[in-house]
């Protein structure tokens, strides 16, 4: 892991059921399409679904108007991701895979605490030295553009998490 951090995001809401069955649907990536903004599901393709080491490929789809300015990828496209870390029932963790196949520090998370209520789900992303896909959005952006870039860009994944959150919060507590 570098010393270099370019984002870090998290966010937190109460979850209505016990941590175990949060942490099994969370971590049931074929199921992200139910709460996810953008990846719409996807399969495993190498390893035993969520364990370390366990490779995902997502699809993904992203609208016109995100980060409309930015040359980001729009539309239907695919991603793999490998299993960092899985310590049931509180932690899953997945970093996005390079062209090579290679884990970058490109890592979203799920962590799950008891409470009285049921459990505190916290969904995060962290990026430390730029992807590669990143490096290819700001080669052509002037020092400004991407600074604009980065503060559109976190927001937009703030917005993301929140998003995702409150879909997993209305599935688990409807019993979905």
Partial sequence: MSSTETFRIDVTT?????????FAYVSDLTRSGEWSPECQGGEWTSGDPA???S???????????????????RGEWTTQC???????PRVFSWAMRDSGGRAQESVWSFTVEPTAEGSALTHAFWMGELTEGMRGILSGMNDDEVKKFLVDWADKIQGDIRRTLARIKTRLEQGS
């Fill in 82 to 88: 490998e299993i960092v870390e899985a310590v049931p």
């Fill in 55 to 73: 490779v995902f490929t997502a699809r993904n789809h992203r609208e016109p108007e995100v980060v409309a300015w930015a040359p980001v990828v």
């Fill in 14 to 22: 109460g979850v209505q059921a016990d941590p175990a069955t949060v």
């Fill in 51 to 53: 364990t370390v080491g």
